[in-house]
C-alpha cells in the first residue's frame, strides 16, 4: 500500500475566480436586511457570489433543484439563512456535497431566534450545517471567504489583513484607554 500523503490541488483557475463561488440564498426576501452583510464582507474580499431567494416551504422544487446544480454551477459554499422554522439550509445540505453554513434569523414569525437557531443548528449525523450566531451573516461571509481561501492565497492573504485590522483597532482601544482613563469612555 501507498502511504504516500496525496497531493490536493484545489487552486481556483481563472474563470472560476470570476463566475460566482459563493451561493448566498435565504428563504424569504424579508431575510435581506440582515443577509446583505454577508454579501457586504464578501464584496470587501473581492469573491464573485450571488444572491437570491429559495424558500423550503414556499418553493421546494426550486430548493431542490438549486442545491443539485449548485456544485455543477461551479458554487464552492453555499450559504444559507432562515427564520422561524428554518429547514432552509439543513434540506439543502441533505442534497449538495459543499460546505453549507446557515445563518439562523431572527424574523416575523420568530419566537424569539432561538426557533432558527436550533433548527439549523441540531442537523442529524452525517448532515453537517456550519450554523453561527443568530442573524450572523458578516460571520458567515467570511467563514466562507476562508473556505474559498483554503484554496486561493490572493483571498487568504486579505483575511489575514482583515484579521490584523481587528488585532489594531482592539491595541488602539487600548492605548486610548490607558492614555484617557476608562471614565471617559472610548469617543
Ligand atoms: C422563513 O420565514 C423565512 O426565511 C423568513 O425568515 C420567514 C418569514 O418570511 P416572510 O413571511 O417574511 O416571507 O421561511
Partial sequence: MDDKPQTINCKL??????????????????????????????KQFGIPHEVTVVSAHRTPLR????????KERGLKV??????????????VASIT?????????????????????LSILQMPNGVPVATVALNAAKNAGILAAE?????????????SAYKNS?????IEKVAKLKKDGWENGFD
Fill in 166 to 170: 481587528l488585532n489594531n483597532e482592539v
Fill in 78 to 91: 453555499i450559504i444559507a439563512g432562515a427564520g422561524g422554522a428554518a429547514h432552509l439550509p439543513g434540506m
Fill in 63 to 70: 430548493m431542490v433543484e438549486y442545491a443539485q446544480k449548485a
Fill in 13 to 42: 483557475n481563472h474563470k472560476q475566480q470570476m463566475n460566482p463561488l459563493i451561493g448566498i440564498i435565504m428563504g424569504s426576501d424579508s431575510d435581506l436586511v440582515v443577509m446583505e452583510a454577508a454579501s457586504a464582507i464578501l
Fill in 147 to 159: 473556505i474559498i481561501g483554503t484554496c486561493d492565497d490572493s483571498v487568504s492573504k486579505k483575511l
Fill in 97 to 117: 456535497p459543499l460546505p453549507v453554513i446557515g445563518v439562523p434569523i431572527k424574523s416575523s414569525n420568530s419566537i424569539d431566534g432561538w426557533d432558527s437557531v
